[in-house]
């Protein structure tokens, strides 16, 4: 008994029952299309047929289980993509059995006892009974542990805890041999389909001519990347003709989408929001000057986990910055005044630093010498040799020098990207901090004047604005984010149901773009499909769906107020597209391209016929010139032109006569005019049986997938799942 206790405590036979079918033979992932509206949607249905629901919500919630716990071993969060991957394979598993079940019925395929116990126990042990641990010995796998595992199981506990955890066992062990059972009939039936493959002379005869018949040829193509985008206009008319011809093709087949057009309404912080956080740190000053222990009072009242009160800190540009790791921290260039004022103990500020404001308690000072220089940079390397550089910096000195212009030559002039943003100016740094001819000339050189300094780096033009002792102080910091207050978020939601109103009440059918425009609002338009689970630009894009695809949404219409973060958002459906055939504003700008890649094909192969030359048709093309290339019949790649030709290669195997130059024929990468130069025929032979059994290996190989592929859509599986989220 204690075997079964150790089996459910550790659900290692919940991890390999539930677990290994999804890798069963011929599982392949499988994104699905919508179903269809009824009065109770099922969650999927197969040949019109509902699944078991029932059972979809038992491996759903073990396959759950099974991940969850598996991330949880490996140390990864089970998050929301972990949890739809599990809710997929689950919904594919469904559809697996239901498939394969069926198929087992008709064929009348079976696992008998006699196989099962071989397959646990027996002479050919299935790999998934190998990998349970509980049946490893000293020796690895035991036979001997199945064994007594599955005696134990016959032989129910007196006691009801154990007896519990026995009745669990037993259930799992029942569902492993099921699923053996399943996937011993899965073997055979695989096995059925792989012996009824077979590959005859004829295909075998063709597909070794395909591979060794070859022909040397000459060409020009007209690439259609390479025609100009102002040489042939597409138009609206020439887009019904392609949509009237290629319509029904599946690649234009629609899947149930939207198309949406959005507006945000930011909610951001108010002058009184910055105010009342300027308040709060105010109050807190006295409380801050007067406390003997800073670190417990900036844990309690500050906005960052930032707590030490003995870091020192260098001035930096417009924020607080707290390096925990190289103690390079910084305090924003705007507390500098008060800082080089300030004495120990002064609590200084509130001061902003960037999104928040914050205030400083001095608990030390330490004086040193720094300097304020700003400069240009022009480098010495191997594009730009010293005697160059130099000439160039004292043409910018002597520009400088004559029109006192020292910002406007360091944003034209200067190759140092890294204080571009300050004008050149490198603001009270350390003494030693910088190279040392640089460091020299910043500490010793005069101040206010021009200076030519050379270093590894290049030649500098540097001139000293100040040099001093100054204070580096170590600081406490209390920091608090401005964000929006209720007030804020309540006023915002206000303006939002106020544009709302205007647009129901207008008279006019494009209220909410004629609005928007006149309130300057942004108007976003995208589309979206049910399969999909976002929205782009939108954090949280739920509510949006659901408005989108409601089962009584209506063009035209508008939603509520939907709250995404830090914003308001007000959707438009302008345009409902039904899964199947589509209507032609709906594709309209999908088949743009390829209107107008027929449009150039039609153009350029009246350019490009009637020539007497490949060298003509050359002159006559965009970047035209003579390419050389074999080809194969079996093969639709042209070495130098499309690497999926197909109709192309068609047409130079038929009985084109060697020395003789084709019309021009339209590719998938442009249109070709070709010369057949010459033509090697297949080596004679009877004997197709290498070819043959190449191609049977080929497609043994891919059985598993196909079948399962075909089977699917054989029984035109539809998954509601995304619906009925949406629907309800």
Not at 109 to 125: A, F, Y
Not at 139 to 163: C, Q
Not at 560 to 578: E, G, H, T
Request: charged share 30%; glycine share 6%.
């Amino acid at each position: 008994m204690a075997i079964i206790g150790k089996i459910q405590k550790n659900s290692i036979l919940l991890l390999v029952v539930i677990g290994l079918a999804m890798f069963a033979f011929i599982y392949t992932e499988y994104q699905s299309g919508a179903g269809n509206d009824i009065e109770q949607t099922p969650v999927g249905t197969v040949y019109e047929e509902s699944i078991d629901e029932e059972e979809y919500d038992y491996i759903l919630d073990s396959y759950m289980q099974r991940d969850r716990q598996n991330s949880e071993m490996q140390g990864r969060p089970y998050d929301e993509q972990a949890e739809q991957g599990s809710k997929d394979q689950a919904f594919n598993e469904v559809i697996r059995r239901n498939l394969m079940n069926r198929e087992f019925e008709s064929l009348q395929l079976t696992c008998t006892t006699d196989e099962l116990n071989d397959m646990i126990h027996g002479n050919h042990i299935h790999p998934w009974v190998m990998q349970i641990p509980i049946f490893q010995g000293p020796m690895g796998f035991s036979k001997d542990s199945v064994r007594a595992f599955i005696t134990n199981l016959d032989v129910e506990p007196d006691d009801e805890a154990t007896r519990e955890n026995w009745l669990v066992a037993r259930q799992q062990w029942a569902d492993f041999e099921k699923e053996l059972k399943d996937t011993r009939k899965a073997d055979k039936y695989v096995t059925l389909i792989k012996k009824g493959l077979y590959i005859n002379s004829l295909e075998a005869k063709d597909q070794y001519l395909g591979e060794m018949h070859k022909k040397k040829i000459k060409f020009v193509i007209q690439r259609y990347a390479d025609i100009p985008a102002t040489e042939i206009e597409v138009t609206d008319e020439d887009i019904q003709a392609y949509y009237d011809e290629h319509k029904d093709e599946k690649q234009y087949e629609q899947e149930e989408s939207r198309d949406i057009e959005y507006i945000s309404f930011p909610i951001v912080a108010t002058v009184e929001d910055y105010d009342m956080v300027m308040s709060e740190l105010d109050g807190l000053k006295e409380g801050f000057k007067t406390t003997k222990n800073n670190t417990a009072f900036v844990q309690k009242h500050s906005s960052t986990e930032f707590s030490s009160d003995s870091a020192v800190f260098h001035m930096g540009a417009d924020e607080f910055v707290f390096d925990t790791f190289f103690g390079n921290n910084q305090y924003p260039s705007s507390a500098d005044d008060l800082i080089q004022k300030a004495q120990i103990g002064d609590v200084i500020g509130p001061f902003a630093s960037k999104s928040d404001f914050a205030i400083a308690k001095v608990t030390g000072i330490k004086k040193e010498n720094q300097a304020w220089v700003r400069h240009i940079l022009i480098k010495v390397d191997a594009t730009q040799p010293d005697a160059f550089a130099k000439t160039r910096v004292d043409s910018i000195v002597k520009v400088i020098t004559e029109k006192d212009n020292f910002t406007e030559m360091v944003l034209a002039c200067t190759q140092d990207p890294g204080s571009i943003a300050t004008n050149g100016e490198y603001k009270w740094f350390a003494e030693g901090r910088m190279v040392p001819e640089f460091n020299d000339a910043s500490f010793k050189g005069p101040i206010g004047k021009l200076q030519v300094v050379k270093t590894s780096y290049g030649y500098h033009i540097v001139e000293v604005l100040g040099r001093g002792e100054r204070n580096v102080p170590m600081l406490a910091i209390i920091t608090k984010s401005v964000k929006p207050s209720e007030t804020t978020k309540k006023l915002m939601e206000e303006k939002v149901f106020d544009f709302i109103y205007n647009v129901n009440e207008s008279k006019k059918d494009s209220a909410f773009h004629s609005i928007a425009r006149d309130s300057n609002l942004v108007i976003n338009p995208t589309r979206i499909w049910m399969s999909n689970n976002f929205v782009m630009g939108i954090n949280k894009s739920d509510r949006i769906l659901r408005f989108a695809f409601d089962k009584d949404a209506a063009e035209k219409t508008m939603s509520d107020p939907i709250l995404d973060d830090d914003k308001y958002v007000v959707a438009f459906l302008s345009n409902i597209i039904p899964e199947g055939a589509p209507e032609f504003e709906d594709v309209k700008d999908q088949m743009r391209f390829p209107a107008l890649k027929d449009k150039q094909a039609k153009i350029y192969m009246e350019k490009m016929g009637g020539k007497s030359s490949l060298a003509e048709v050359a002159k006559v093309v965009v970047n035209g010139s003579v390419i050389e290339a074999e080809v194969y019949f079996a093969q639709n790649l042209i070495q130098g032109g499309g690497s999926e030709e197909p109709e192309v290669i068609g047409k130079l195997f038929t009985k084109i006569p060697v020395g003789s130059m084709t019309k021009p024929i339209k590719g998938k990468t442009g249109v070709y005019v070709c010369i057949i130069e010459s033509e090697t025929q297949a080596p004679q032979t009877t004997d197709y049986t290498p070819t043959r059994f190449s191609m049977l290996a080929a497609r043994a190989g891919s059985a598993d997938s196909m079948v399962i592929k075909a089977l699917r859509e054989k029984a035109d599986v539809k998954d509601n799942r995304r619906r009925i989220e949406l629907q309800g």
